[in-house]
Each structure stands twice: as structure tokens, then as C-alpha cells.
């Protein structure tokens, strides 16, 4: 066993600037010559992405409800366990989550269970006394939930600082570590829905410097160390996956600019499971990997790089006599789409893959965004009837038109959503088929990559044993 340091940074909302600022402070302890472990509170796959390029270690999502409080504090042993520090980005305000009665699914939840000291980003513009008003009430809103520091955001001026650091010591409240001047963190390019997605073109070595100057110049990051020693995390290898010598099956995954929304612990937990993974690009590659035995299409940008996939032809036919031919295919979201036959977009109408009867559209307006529990009415990929797992949902697409039952298609999901009481079905399958919405989170439950592993070896087509 060792003691690791650990910091969760929330925020007051959504907008209070935490996803910059926790850049930063990555950055800035990378570069103190520290391996620092990140995380990312939610089911988000920005940011994820973010953090693995400003730490150049891979960042993890940490989700109570989606993954279980057991999982997720045994990823913080896995993935902590030889890091100098861990830093968790929150998500939305500290308490939001899953629930407007409990604590299911937000930062605070995974705070107040793993033990983890908070440092709270807050929304300082036009305030003084007001501020610390605020943090008295963050830091007293739930019991077991310890705020341990304060970064004030968009400051007026250093004596504005001032005024807020005494506002809080009067009150006996957690100190300032931080004062951020109004625009003085470099801005990110927008992330919302993938506008711009995270990698080394647009979120660059150069941003990252700049984010950890700022954060250097403005926050103590001396005193943020002594925070996270409070927590002295508990880590341990105890909880480190079954390994296995000789891969089962060779599983093509999709990897490009278009398709990257996959957690990397789904892949992982596959590969544990007996994947050897072979990435390859809808965009660019001509044709799918030579004999793989199965194929996992995840979700993305299909409708920024219609044009490009929709011309990519040989790509296009590889993927559908492959499919045709019996072999198991997975696909989420944006993977839904691209096997469908069409998508359109502003820009027109682009013929894709046609694996599955169905077209969508894209929308100027979200269409769906929460939490999804799915339940399994039939034997599929993930396991036998009456299987759950959770999972995602966050789409602007919708599907237009289908002719799925027709084909003989089935809905094998029955689905209930958290917010509200919506329950449907989804996951069109067909015999050697999986295309949904909902991103699945299977790594959470260990026997959902050994079922998709078997279901791959009993539906392969090419002789590769």
C-alpha cells in the first residue's frame, strides 16, 4: 500500500471555469516533474481528452452512477497507483448530478466517498462579501463533503482579490489559493458537441504552458500540494485487471478524427478480456484491417467529415462485405450513423455504409443528453437476457427514416432514462449486428467483455485461430 496525494476541482456551476484551471494545474505540476493522474467526474469524452494531452497520461471518467462507487474507487487505486499526484476535474456544479435529492452521480459524490478534499472554482465578477456567502453555503450544504481551498475566477483586480480573501478568513471559511484576473486564462477553442474535438492540432503543448504559467502565477500551488496530501489516497495494485497472454479474437476499432468518443477503460477491460486491438481510420484507411474477427465503430463526428467518409468508397464496401458476411459489429452514436445509409447535414446528404436500414439527420437543437440504463430483452452482444448496464446519451442526430423491422431487425433495449421517467427501447440488432445511441459503459461490469468477446468468437467468419 502507499499514500497518494489527491485533489477533486469543482466548481459552483457549470461555467465557473474549472475545466481551464484544472488544464492548468496538470500542466503546472507536470512540469514540476510530478506524474500527475488525471480524472473526469460525468460521462463526458472531452475533456477526458484534454486532460490526457495537458498530463500526457491517460485520463479516466469517474461516474457513480454510471459505473458504481466500487468501480470508481477501484480506478483510482488502478490508474493512482504510481502517479505523484491524482486531479480530478468535477463536473458541473459540485452537487449537480444524477438526482435533485441526493448526491448519486455528482462531484460531491465521489468527494464525500473516496475522501477526497475539494477544491471549489467560483464565479467572483461584481462580488465581495457575497463570495464567501457562497462558499459558506457550498461548504456547508453537505456533511462529509470537505472544501478544502478556493480559486476565485474572473477577478477585478488584485485588490479585489484582497477583499475576497478577507471576506472568507472573517467567516472562518477554506482560504483563497487562487485569484484568476478576468481574462487572463488563454481560451479554449469550443468544445460543445465537438465543434472542435481534443487533440494535438488544437489543444497544443504551447496552450498547455500557457494554461500552467497562468495557474503558476495566480494560484499557490505550494498550498494546493498540502490540500491534496489531506486526502492521502489509499491506492493499491490489489484491483488490476486478469490479464490475458494469448488474444482471443482481433477486434478493429475505429480511431480517427471522426470516431474517438470509446472510454479507454472499455477498451481496456476488452483487451483484458482477450481483444487484441487493432485501430484503424474510416477517414483515411481504404479498407478494414486484414483478418480482424470483429469490428467496434464508436461514436464521433460523423456529420463534420460526411463528405470525406461518404467518398471514402472502398472503405465503405470493406466495412459492409464484412459485416455481410457474419461477423460481429458493434457501433454508438456517431457509429450508428455511419453504418446507416445516409446522413444529412447542412451541407447535404451523404451516403454512407447501409450495414443498417436507417438514415438520420442532423438537428440545430440537442436531441437527447442523459443518463440511460438499458436492459437487455434478448441474447446479444453484452450478455444474456435481462442483462443491465448504463450508459450515456448526448446526440444532436436523429434517426428519419428506417426500415429495420421490415428487414428483420429487432429492439433489444429496453431503456429507462434518469431524468424524468422515460422508458423506451433502442439497440436495433440483427443477428451478428449492434447499432445504438447510448454509450455503454461495460468496463464497470466484468463479465460484459468476456460476453462481447464470446459473442465475437462465436460469430466470426475468417479463419484466424
Not at 317 to 327: H, I, K, M, R
Request: charged share 20%; with cysteine; hydrophobic share 40%.
Amino acid at each position: 500500500m502507499q499514500r497518494v496525494p489527491a485533489i477533486i476541482i469543482g466548481g459552483t456551476s457549470s461555467n465557473a471555469g474549472k475545466t481551464s484551471l484544472t488544464l492548468g494545474i496538470v500542466a503546472a505540476l507536470r512540469k514540476r516533474g510530478l506524474k500527475v493522474q488525471p480524472f473526469k467526474v460525468g460521462p463526458d469524452f472531452l475533456d477526458p481528452l484534454y486532460l490526457s494531452i495537458a498530463a500526457q497520461r491517460t485520463s479516466y471518467n469517474l461516474d457513480g452512477w454510471m459505473c458504481g462507487l466500487d468501480y470508481v474507487n477501484r480506478q483510482i487505486h488502478n490508474c493512482g497507483n504510481d502517479a505523484d499526484i491524482i486531479v480530478i476535474e468535477g463536473v458541473m456544479g459540485l452537487f449537480d448530478g444524477a438526482s435533485v435529492d441526493s448526491l448519486r452521480g455528482s462531484t460531491a459524490e465521489i468527494a464525500k466517498e473516496c475522501e477526497i478534499p475539494v477544491l471549489l472554482v467560483g464565479e467572483a465578477s461584481g462580488v465581495a462579501r457575497s463570495f464567501a456567502a457562497t462558499i459558506h453555503g457550498f461548504s456547508t450544504f453537505e456533511k462529509g463533503v470537505e472544501i478544502a481551498g478556493v480559486i476565485a475566477n474572473r477577478v477585478g483586480s488584485a485588490g479585489h482579490g484582497k477583499l475576497l480573501d478577507n471576506a472568507l478568513q472573517h467567516m472562518n471559511l477554506p482560504p483563497l489559493l487562487g485569484a484568476i484576473p478576468n481574462n487572463s486564462l488563454p481560451q479554449l477553442s469550443s468544445r460543445h458537441l465537438g465543434l472542435v474535438s481534443a487533440n494535438l492540432q488544437n489543444f497544443t503543448e504551447n496552450d498547455c504552458d500557457a494554461l500552467a504559467e497562468a495557474c503558476e502565477e495566480y494560484i499557490d500551488i505550494d498550498q494546493l500540494l498540502e490540500v491534496a496530501k489531506k486526502s492521502s489516497k489509499q491506492t493499491s495494485a490489489d484491483f488490476k485487471p486478469e490479464q490475458i497472454d494469448t488474444p482471443k479474437i482481433k477486434l478493429a476499432v475505429a480511431d480517427d478524427e471522426a470516431f474517438h468518443f470509446a472510454y479507454p477503460d472499455n477498451i481496456q477491460a476488452l483487451e483484458s478480456a482477450g481483444a487484441e486491438i487493432i485501430r484503424f481510420s474510416p477517414l483515411k484507411d481504404s479498407s478494414l484491417p486484414e483478418n480482424i474477427d470483429a469490428l467496434y465503430i464508436p461514436g464521433g463526428y460523423p456529420e463534420l467529415f460526411a463528405k470525406e467518409l461518404s467518398e471514402n468508397k472502398s472503405m465503405l464496401t470493406s466495412l459492409s462485405d464484412f459485416a455481410a458476411a457474419g461477423n460481429a459489429v458493434y457501433a454508438e452514436c456517431g457509429g450508428l450513423m455511419y453504418l446507416g445509409e445516409k446522413i444529412e447535414t447542412a451541407d447535404g446528404a451523404y451516403e454512407l455504409c447501409a450495414v443498417a436500414p436507417l438514415s438520420t439527420q442532423m438537428l440545430e437543437k440537442r436531441k437527447m443528453l442523459g443518463y440511460t440504463e438499458v436492459t437487455l430483452n434478448t441474447d446479444s452482444h453484452f450478455g444474456s437476457k435481462g442483462t443491465v448496464i448504463r450508459g450515456h446519451e448526448f446526440h444532436y442526430s436523429e434517426i428519419t427514416s428506417d426500415s429495420l423491422e421490415e428487414n428483420g431487425w429487432k429492439e433489444i433495449y429496453d431503456t429507462t432514462r434518469r431524468r424524468g421517467t422515460i422508458s423506451s427501447t433502442e439497440g436495433y440488432f440483427k443477428e451478428n449486428i449492434l447499432v445504438s445511441y447510448v454509450h455503454l459503459h461495460w468496463a464497470s461490469k466484468s463479465d460484459l467483455a468476456r460476453s462481447f468477446i464470446n459473442f465475437c468468437m462465436k460469430n466470426r467468419r475468417n479463419d484466424n485461430e
